[in-house]
Structures are given as C-alpha cells and as structure tokens.
C-alpha cells in the first residue's frame, strides 16, 4: 500500500514521465488497485480522461482527493500541446500541428466529407520506411509515439473541432502504425471499450504497408477494426521499387496475412493505390489488380499522386509524376467493368501540405 504523504515527499524530487492518458481500462484497473482503491475508480478515470477530456487531474471530480494527489504526483495528463493550425481553402481540410512533451513535432489532419468527417493520425514522428512517393518517409524516423500521443491527436482536434464532430479514424498520418504495434492496439483497446462515446472500431481504419507477423498478431487480438493495405503495385518488383519494405515482407505473404485478416475478423479489406504516371498505371498493372481483387472481399481506393516539391526530394521521388486524370478515370473505369468497388480519393489539403503523403514536419 502507497501512502500518500510519503509518496507526496519522493514524487517532489522527481521528473514525471509515467503518462496516465493511453492507459486502457485493464491497465487503470491495476493501478487503482495499486493504490488500494476500488476498481470503480478506474472507469470514472477513464471516463474523465476519454469522455470528458479533461486535462487537469482536479477536474476529476468524483476522485477523491487523495487518489488525484497520488495520480497527480506520478503521472503526467496531457501528452500534446496544439502549436499551429492551418485550414485549406479548397476543401475545408485542417491541418494539426502538435508538440509531444519531449519536444517531437506531430501532424494530424481533418478531411471533411460529406457527412463523414475523416481524422487521420500519426503513431510515429516520422517514419523509417522510405516509400519512395511519401514525405513522412524522406523526413526519416525519430521516435514511436506512446498511446497517450496518439490517443490525444484524437481528444484534441475534437476539442477544437467540435465535440463529437469527427465520425472517422484512419491511422493513416505520420509513420507506420504496425510498427509501433502495442502502443497503437493500445488506442484501440481504447476506442473498443463500451464506456469509450463517439467511436467505434466499425468506423477506425488501420493502414498498412504490411508488416506481415504484425498482421497475424491484430488478427489475434480480439480487435475487429478495418484494414487498409497500402498496395500501390501488385507486380512485386515495382512494389519493392517503391515501397523497399516489399523486399522483407513481400506482397505475396502479405496477401494470405490479410485473408487470414478477413477470416478473423469479418471485415473487407481496403486496398491504397496512389497512382504514379508510367510506374503502377499501365495495362499490365490494372490486369494484376484485378486479379488480386478477384480473390477476396475488396475495395480500392484510389488516390491521385500530390507533389513532394516541399521536401525537394531527390532520387526515384524526385522522378515520380501524377498520372493524368483522365488515365486515372479510364483506370477507375476498367476497375468497375470488372465489378471492383473503387472510391477516388480526390486530393484534399494539398494547398497546405496536408494531403495524402504529404505529412512532413517543417518546425
Ligand atoms: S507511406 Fe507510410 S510507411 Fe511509407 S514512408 Fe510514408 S508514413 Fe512510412
């Protein structure tokens, strides 16, 4: 048993960096119980931090004094800090920019759609993959987010954004979330407990390059929250090109990683496919495409290529081109000949360096 006064004393000399924001409800109930309180006090904690949002310990009203004096002197709240925010006036998109408390630099980004409004956050600061068509991978890679990182982008832009505003998550930012694995099954965990209001795993997309053990593991977890596998090719030798993870994990495991995936967890696949002029544009691209979408349940998002010109990047991402829109309309078109459902993702944000593939932190 912990007792207060002395913890009050041994807390005072030291610099807190235990974060209390991430924890999931199993982990609170533990702590609670670490300091001989009832296991109750771990859903009011949850629901203060994930449900009201409160960023002050003393606005946890129904702790008792005590507890937060404990919580206060161990743990820290808040996680972020809002520095800049910047809105598209094209298309309504706005652009987060965070600061974690050991001074990293975050973007996280709204893409309001219809009746959908679209979060999409980051799980890394940067990313160490080096997808030859994305500015986070020509930043190169700095750290993991904790959960209470991730979790926060979320809490935060629904603060400024209007509570309950956002209706989508899509782990799509900064970084690869699979290879910051327990840290994001972690904000999943939280999002899937009942007490969690506004959203459910049905409306939370994971992104992935395909990191394929770690497929198999989110498969395991009991989690049935939607998968997106970055493609882009299905011709393994252009995909490595792009993409050099391909050459660890190739698509063809990936593959039978996301139908087991799917068995798992009864949810359709979305497949990303950025299309780069003369590289995964051509016929024999769209006829290995189809073929692959010929074997499982499937959607295709298509994403038209937005310029790095803001990295000035050199190599193959200085040489890669949009493919034309209308080429990109003839490939939706032969998609859907083939009964493929297909959505375009068309770019919005780029007028601010927010669109897909554009995350780079300049601070
Ligand atoms: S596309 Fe994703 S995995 Fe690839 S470099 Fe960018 S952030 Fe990393």
Redesign the pocket.
């Known amino acids: 048993m912990i007792n207060v006064n002395e913890e009050i004393e041994s807390t005072a000399k030291k610099k807190i960096t235990a974060q209390l924001k991430g924890m999931t409800m199993s982990e609170l109930r533990e702590l609670v119980e670490n300091f001989s309180e009832k296991s109750y006090r771990a859903d009011q904690i949850f629901s203060w931090m994930y449900n009201h949002m409160v960023t002050d310990f003393d606005a946890m009203l129904n702790i008792p004094k005590n507890l937060r004096i404990l919580l206060k002197n161990n743990f820290q709240l808040s996680t972020l800090s809002y520095i800049d925010s910047e809105i598209s006036t094209k298309s309504g998109t706005k652009k987060y920019i965070f600061k974690t408390n050991d001074e990293n630099v975050i973007e996280s980004v709204i893409i309001p759609e219809g009746r959908r409004t679209t979060l999409c956050i980051s799980t890394?600061v940067g990313?160490?993959?080096?997808?030859k068509?994305?500015?986070?991978?020509l930043m190169g890679y700095k750290k993991n987010l904790t959960a209470g990182e991730i979790f926060d982008q979320y809490l935060l832009a629904n603060k400024d954004y209007g509570k309950d505003r956002i209706t989508n998550i899509v782990y799509?930012?900064?970084?690869?979330p699979l290879l910051n694995f327990n840290e994001t099954l972690k904000t999943l965990r939280i999002f899937a407990e009942e007490k969690t209001v506004g959203i459910s795993l049905k409306k939370i997309n994971v992104?992935?390059?395909g990191i394929t053990p770690k497929i198999y593991e989110l498969a395991n977890s009991g989690l049935n929250a939607n998968l997106a596998l970055?493609l882009h090719s299905c011709i393994e030798e252009v995909r490595s090109k792009i993409?050099p993870?391909n050459k660890k994990y190739p698509l063809k495991g990936n593959i039978e990683a996301i139908k087991y995936y799917q068995r798992n967890t009864k949810t359709r696949i979305t497949f990303e496919y950025v299309m780069l002029n003369e590289i995964n544009d051509r016929n024999e691209d769209l006829k290995e495409l189809v073929k692959l979408c010929s074997q499982l349940p499937c959607k295709v998002n298509v994403i038209p290529f937005n310029s790095l010109d803001h990295m000035n990047p050199g190599g193959l991402s200085a040489k890669l081109k949009p493919t034309p829109k209308h080429r990109i309309d003839e490939f939706v078109k032969r998609l859907r000949d083939k009964n493929i459902t297909v959505t375009v993702r068309f770019t919005q944000g780029d007028d601010i360096a927010a669109a897909c593939?554009q995350?780079a932190v300049k601070y």
């Open positions: 890394q990313c160490p993959l080096d997808c068509f994305c500015a986070t991978g799509m930012g900064m970084g690869e992104s992935t390059v970055s993409m993870i593939g995350l």
